[in-house]
Structures are given as structure tokens and as C-alpha cells.
């Protein structure tokens, strides 16, 4: 996490760090995609995608996520980090594209 995340999603740097992601779940997510995460990391394997995250005042906040696992010297994971780029703006676009080319069709 960083301080302009931080700002974004109303949530602070230690509420984040070392914490479950599920504080930030949106109600619309199925848990099945943060198992998905944890299973491929656990494997070894990067997992990317896009996830409907929610601030402290139950906005929403969509993110472009790739988790990573670290692994110790014999090639266990021993945890993992994720980079997120936030793309709310980007999924609102679409949204609204989307909306007014039926609106016009």
C-alpha cells in the first residue's frame, strides 16, 4: 500500500499491510475469486486480474491486480505481494459508453 491508495480507499497503511484482503471485498465479489488468488499464488504462480475492491465508505473501487509470490531459498512461498493499479475511472468509462451507444441504437 501506498499514501495515495491509502487517501483513495479511506483505509490506513497499517489497516492494509500484512492484513486480509477481504476488508476491502466487494459485497458483489464471490469469495471464489480470492480463493482463486490465493490457491494460484500458493502454487507458485502470478495471478492477474481485475477485482471490484470497496472504500472504508463502501465505495466502489475497481483494480487492476497482479499478485506475486516470494519464496524462500528452497522455492516455498513463504507470502506474497500484490501491485494494484486503480482503473474505477476506466470501468465507469465503459459503463457509460456502453450505455449511450444502446441508448442510440
Same mark, same amino acid.
Given at each position: 500500500?501506498?499514501?495515495?491508495?491509502?487517501q483513495?480507499?479511506?483505509?490506513?497503511?497499517?489497516?492494509? $499491510?500484512?492484513?486480509?484482503? #477481504?476488508?476491502?471485498?466487494?459485497p458483489?465479489?464471490? %469469495?471464489?475469486? /480470492?480463493?482463486?488468488?490465493?490457491?494460484?499464488?500458493?502454487?507458485?504462480?502470478?495471478?492477474?486480474?481485475?477485482?471490484?475492491?470497496?472504500t472504508?465508505?463502501?465505495e466502489?473501487?475497481? $483494480?487492476?491486480?497482479?499478485? #506475486?509470490?516470494?519464496?524462500d531459498h528452497q522455492?516455498? %512461498?513463504?507470502? /506474497?505481494?500484490?501491485i494494484?493499479?486503480?482503473?474505477?475511472?476506466?470501468?465507469?468509462?465503459?459503463?457509460?459508453?456502453?450505455?449511450l451507444a444502446e441508448?442510440?441504437?
Open positions: 500500500a501506498n499514501p495515495a491508495y491509502c483513495r480507499n479511506g483505509f490506513s497503511l497499517g489497516e492494509l $499491510v500484512g492484513s486480509s484482503l #477481504r476488508q476491502e471485498q466487494h458483489d465479489v464471490p %469469495v471464489a475469486l /480470492y480463493d482463486d488468488m490465493h490457491h494460484t499464488v500458493m502454487r507458485g504462480e502470478t495471478w492477474y486480474g481485475r477485482i471490484k475492491n470497496q472504508r465508505r463502501k466502489p473501487l475497481w $483494480v487492476q491486480a497482479e499478485a #506475486r509470490p516470494v519464496m522455492g516455498a %512461498v513463504v507470502r /506474497y505481494i500484490i494494484r493499479d486503480e482503473i474505477t475511472g476506466e470501468i465507469n468509462d465503459h459503463k457509460e459508453i456502453s450505455r441508448a442510440y441504437s
